[in-house]
């Protein structure tokens, strides 16, 4: 690990958001291809999940999924329960954005794929009770597009217009429906 790498880390541990958010802005560019100092920061980063401040918490999430693709171990696999506990958190702003972020775990590898779609179907189907479930769905409906856009497996997609049948509500079946309009359909 280099020492910029390692400043980005220093940066995320600081009380200043604005020193942290550096820190985290730098990590994320810095884990766009796939990195050789993951397991330097794994467990580091991994402890934040639990942090009493819900940006760490937020940040943590969206870092590890970026991370996924750098995990040759998949220690991913194990991780994800963690990563998904977020996205119930009590900051509804912190579980929106962890759950936004989740999709790039499915790029690291088939069966890490098959884990989010599985775990991201589960949650469509249990947020029903929970206050702002609307938003959750789309979330839901919004990284499976994403993933797909990028790994065009037609489970993805026939997973994604499954759970969108479900939705009692038209006004909002229609709303998910539009952001698989614009997705080209990959093979069958």
């Known amino acids: 690990m280099d020492a910029l790498i390692r400043l980005y880390l220093e940066q995320l541990q600081s009380s200043d958001k604005y020193i942290r958010n550096e820190g985290y802005i730098g990590l994320l560019e810095a884990a766009e291809e796939t990195v ?28 590890l999924s970026k991370l996924a693709k750098s995990d040759p171990e998949m220690r991913i696999m194990d991780d994800f329960p963690r990563l998904m506990a977020v996205t119930r958190d009590e900051k509804f702003v912190t579980a929106r954005h962890s759950l936004q972020s989740l999709w790039q775990i499915g790029l690291a590898g088939p ?7 599985e775990g991201l179907a589960v949650r ?10 609307t938003l959750i769905r789309f979330d839901i409906i919004h ?6 856009d990028r790994v065009k497996e037609p489970y993805i997609r026939q997973t994604a217009l499954d759970l969108m049948e479900k939705e009692a509500d038209m006004k909002y079946r229609r709303k998910y429906a539009g952001e698989w309009k614009k997705a080209v359909k990959g093979p069958s």
């Open 111 to 117: 069966q890490q794929r098959e884990m989010l779609i």
């Open 124 to 133: 469509y189907e249990e947020c029903i009770e929970e206050k702002n479930y």
């Open 143 to 148: 990284s499976m597009r994403r993933l797909y």
């Open 36 to 63: 050789d100092w993951a397991y330097e920061c794994w467990d580091l980063i991994k402890s934040d999940l639990t942090h009493s401040d819900n940006h760490r918490r937020t940040i943590a999430v969206q870092l």
